[in-house]
């Protein structure tokens, strides 16, 4: 990516029987791509996902990931460090999040 991650998030990947993912995802910029839901009126935000220090994920797992939002004007002035939030791939959610740290300041909720 040419500009630097918008925040990095704690991630905890549903297990199979929680109704999440039947298999493992891949990180890095062009591997995983999903729907998160903030709870905010503009909706839901896709964000292309990078996990630290893990190539791999697996269903159950908990992993730590810098996001990068494709409309980050959506969040402005929304996220604030402990924000939770959830992952989706189609309807339903596959991972539960919380902001760690907001790294575009403009996201930040004063």
Request: glycine share 10%.
């Amino acid at each position: 990516m040419d500009q630097p991650a918008d925040i990095e998030a704690e991630l905890t990947f549903l297990t199979t029987a929680e109704g999440g993912r039947k298999t493992s995802c891949r990180s890095g910029l062009g591997n995983y791509r999903a729907p998160c839901d903030f709870g905010h009126p503009e909706g839901w935000n896709d964000a292309l996902f990078e996990f630290v220090d893990k190539e791999w994920v697996s269903p159950g797992e908990c992993v730590i990931a810098r996001m990068w939002f494709l409309y980050p004007e959506y969040q402005a002035g929304h996220l604030r460090t402990g924000f939770e939030f959830t992952v989706h791939e189609g309807a339903r959610a596959v991972a539960r999040g919380t902001v760690k740290q907001v790294l575009n300041t403009s996201l930040l909720k004063l």
